[in-house]
T-cell receptor, first 113, second 113 residues
Framework: NAGVTQTPKFQVLKTGQSMTLQCAQDMNHEYMSWYRQDPGMGLRLIHYSVGAGITDQGEVPNGYNVSRSTTEDFPLRLLSAAPSQTSVYFC????????????FGPGTRLTVL | GESVGLHLPTLSVQEGDNSIINCAYSNSASDYFIWYKQESGKGPQFIIDIRSNMDKRQGQRVTVLLNKTVKHLSLQIAATQPGDSAVYFCAENPPEGGFKTIFGAGTRLFVKA
């Protein structure tokens, strides 16, 4: 199993550009989520999904969109990038029963100029 | 990544000693707690979890203690090894938030050989 994969690993954008961060998991997990991690801080939840076709907002959803058309994929879209969105982005997945241990991807380091 | 956690609380221990990492959580109604370990340049990795109906749970070389009275969580690592050097995060799941996991700011553990 590859676990949780994220692409790209690094990305530089100009202010106002849009892009999609990709996330995929092969563990058949119902739950998937996106977090951002800024220096000196913990992870903050952006959006999450408890199954295909179901998404909800987390703590810091503004400026980001998500969709969940399949169990495996959960892309994160930046609509119009801003310097405040410079961060490291992590995707995670877990089951929705039993242990809620989240499996994290390796992260995408995004810089917005 | 290497820029994460520049201003985190830091704990420095000698190899072979026991480490205790503390965390104060925010919501007295949270019913599920997890400790994660994050090595430089990687995503967080599950260590151990505990539910609110328990006070203590043990894993391999790790023990988590939960004190609901003062909303305090601790992670004890026995016989700390150089490979334990990382940033450690506690996380809580408030019941009303479903899967809206809240992460703490983290503690950086340095293990001196």
């Amino acid at each position: 199993n590859a676990g949780v994969t994220q692409t790209p690993k690094f990305q530089v954008l100009k202010t106002g550009q849009s892009m999609t961060l990709q996330c995929a998991q092969d563990m058949n997990h119902e739950y998937m989520s996106w977090y951002r991690q800024d220096p000196g801080m913990g992870l903050r939840l952006i959006h999450y999904s408890v199954g295909a076709g179901i998404t909800d907002q987390g703590e810091v959803p503004n400026g980001y969109n998500v969709s969940r058309s399949t169990t495996e994929d959960f892309p994160l879209r930046l609509l119009s990038a801003a310097p405040s969105q410079t961060s490291v982005y992590f995707c995670a997945s877990s089951r929705t029963s039993g242990s809620y241990e989240q499996f994290f991807g390796p992260g995408t380091r995004l810089t917005v100029l | 990544g290497e820029s994460v956690g520049l201003h985190l609380p830091t704990l420095s221990v000698q190899e072979g000693d026991n480490s205790i990492i503390n965390c104060a959580y925010s919501n007295s109604a949270s019913d599920y707690f997890i400790w994660y370990k994050q090595e430089s340049g990687k995503g967080p990795q599950f260590i151990i979890d505990i539910r609110s109906n328990m006070d203590k749970r043990q894993g391999q070389r790790v023990t988590v203690l939960l004190n609901k009275t003062v909303k305090h969580l601790s992670l004890q690592i026995a016989a700390t090894q150089p490979g334990d050097s990382a940033v450690y995060f506690c996380a809580e799941n408030p019941p009303e938030g479903g899967f809206k996991t809240i992460f703490g700011a983290g503690t950086r553990l340095f293990v001196k050989a």
